[in-house]
């Protein structure tokens, strides 16, 4: 037996094919389960009491020398050694996690579903826009605080579209879609908006709102209550009250901010509402006049309603986040927290 060893150890030194069926017919011949370590393991069961110690030494520098071999020459084809080992099939398969939707994701797509309902289509528009869009059709005299390079992020001055800038808000996408469509237009624009501010958990240079517009014979600021109404409920459920407060626009006359009953705590008071009882979640109003003439809609025949909803704030209140730093840290420890993909 121990010459035998000896002439298979040195078989395998000598070993060099590198091709891959090569090596993997050299594995089975040693390795393999009716292969020669198995055979020589079982002879070595009936070897005499006084050569086990060094037979088995032996053996065992064999099936290493043989698997030594068989990673060195699968180094040298560039094959990094590991689908030749022996590997356990009994194993049990590795659970794959499944990724979770963002929270904001998640409440972006339950505001455009319940609008959907409702017969609202949606339009996107470009993050990058020029001052018209932006600015100047929505009614913003020249000299707005609002232009102030303090709340908008410049790209650059261009001669033909003057300052081109990081969009404030999705009412851009409203001067678009009045521009191209004639009424009656009900679509709401999802998407993600800058202001210069600084980061705190309260206030962030980028969030995200769904802007929403209703064009069309007769429309008042009643039907904007209750398109309001029926999405807060929706959204939140069939106890939420709203409260419309007087505000300023200048892309809507008379403009207001809607606040929902802060379903955290009920009305009693808490950090969210500030002890209120009630969390501002949008910015709303009739269009204005002008607004409907810059983008070449008549205002004699037709009025509209526009609201502007935040989606960071609604979905603070939804899941009771209280710092908005954490949306965009990418913490999977906060986001495993939410619904998974399958
Ligand atoms: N654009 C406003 C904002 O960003 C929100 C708004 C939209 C207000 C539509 C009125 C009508 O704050």
Same mark, same amino acid.
């Given at each position: 037996?121990?010459?035998?060893?000896?002439?298979?150890?040195?078989?395998?030194?000598?070993?060099?094919?590198?091709?891959?069926?090569?090596?993997?017919?050299?594995?089975?011949?040693?390795?393999?389960?009716?292969?020669?370590?198995?055979?020589?393991?079982?002879?070595?069961?009936?070897?005499?009491?006084?050569?086990?110690?060094?037979?088995?030494?032996?053996?065992?520098?064999?099936?290493?020398?043989?698997?030594?071999?068989?990673?060195?020459?699968?180094?040298?084809?560039?094959?990094?050694?590991?689908?030749?080992?022996?590997?356990?099939?009994?194993?049990?398969?590795?659970?794959?996690?499944?990724?979770?939707?963002?929270?904001?994701?998640?409440? +972006?797509?339950?505001?455009?579903?319940?609008?959907?309902?409702?017969?609202?289509?949606?339009?996107?528009?470009?993050?990058?826009?020029?001052?018209?869009?932006?600015?100047?059709?929505?009614?913003?005299?020249?000299?707005?605080?609002?232009?102030?390079?303090?709340?908008?992020?410049?790209?650059?001055?261009?001669?033909?579209?003057?300052?081109?800038?990081?969009?404030?808000?999705?009412?851009?996408?409203?001067?678009?879609?009045?521009?191209?469509?004639?009424?009656?237009?009900?679509?709401?624009?999802?998407?993600?908006?800058?202001?210069?501010?600084?980061?705190?958990?309260?206030?962030?240079?980028?969030?995200?709102?769904?802007?929403?517009?209703?064009?069309?014979?007769?429309?008042?600021?009643?039907?904007?209550?209750?398109?309001?109404?029926?999405?807060?409920?929706?959204?939140?459920?069939?106890?939420?009250?709203?409260?419309? +407060?007087?505000?300023?626009?200048?892309?809507?006359?008379?403009?207001?901010?809607?606040?929902?009953?802060?379903?955290?705590?009920? *009305?009693?008071?808490?950090?969210?509402?500030?002890?209120?009882?009630?969390?501002?979640?949008?910015?709303?109003?009739?269009?204005?006049?002008?607004?409907?003439?810059?983008?070449?809609?008549?205002?004699?025949?037709?009025?509209?309603?526009?609201? *502007?909803?935040?989606?960071?704030?609604?979905?603070?209140?939804?899941?009771?986040?209280?710092?908005?730093?954490?949306?965009?840290?990418?913490?999977?420890?906060?986001?495993?927290?939410?619904?998974?993909?399958?």
């Amino acid at each position: 037996m121990k010459e035998k060893i000896e002439q298979y150890l040195r078989e395998v030194g000598q070993y060099s094919e590198t091709g891959a069926e090569q090596v993997e017919a050299f594995r089975i011949r040693f390795l393999g389960k009716k292969g020669l370590l198995n055979d020589m393991f079982e002879e070595f069961k009936k070897a005499a009491p006084t050569d086990k110690k060094e037979l088995g030494q032996m053996l065992n520098t064999l099936k290493s020398s043989v698997q030594d071999k068989i990673n060195s020459l699968k180094i040298n084809t560039g094959d990094k050694g590991h689908h030749l080992e022996l590997n356990d099939l009994t194993l049990p398969v590795d659970f794959t996690e499944a990724g979770t939707r963002h929270p904001i994701s998640i409440v +972006r797509n339950q505001i455009t579903e319940i609008f959907a309902r409702m017969g609202y289509t949606v339009a996107e528009g470009p993050e990058i826009e020029d001052d018209w869009h932006n600015f100047t059709a929505l009614n913003f005299p020249p000299d707005h605080p609002a232009r102030d390079m303090q709340d908008t992020f410049f790209v650059e001055h261009n001669k033909i579209h003057g300052d081109i800038a990081l969009r404030t808000h999705t009412s851009s996408v409203q001067v678009r879609t009045m521009e191209n469509n004639a009424p009656p237009i009900r679509q709401i624009f999802p998407g993600r908006v800058y202001r210069n501010e600084a980061i705190s958990a309260r206030a962030h240079c980028m969030f995200h709102q769904v802007e929403g517009l209703y064009i069309d014979k007769g429309v008042s600021f009643a039907d904007l209550k209750q398109a309001l109404l029926v999405f807060a409920r929706e959204m939140f459920g069939g106890e939420t009250q709203i409260r419309l +407060r007087p505000s300023y626009f200048p892309f809507t006359e008379p403009s207001a901010e809607m606040d929902i009953s802060c379903n955290i705590c009920g *009305g009693k008071g808490c950090n969210i509402c500030k002890g209120t009882g009630w969390v501002e979640v949008l910015g709303c109003g009739m269009v204005d006049p002008n607004v409907l003439e810059n983008c070449g809609i008549d205002s004699k025949i037709y009025s509209g309603f526009a609201f *502007g909803i935040g989606i960071e704030r609604m979905t603070m209140v939804k899941y009771r986040i209280n710092d908005l730093r954490l949306y965009f840290e990418n913490d999977v420890r906060f986001l495993q927290q939410f619904e998974p993909v399958y």
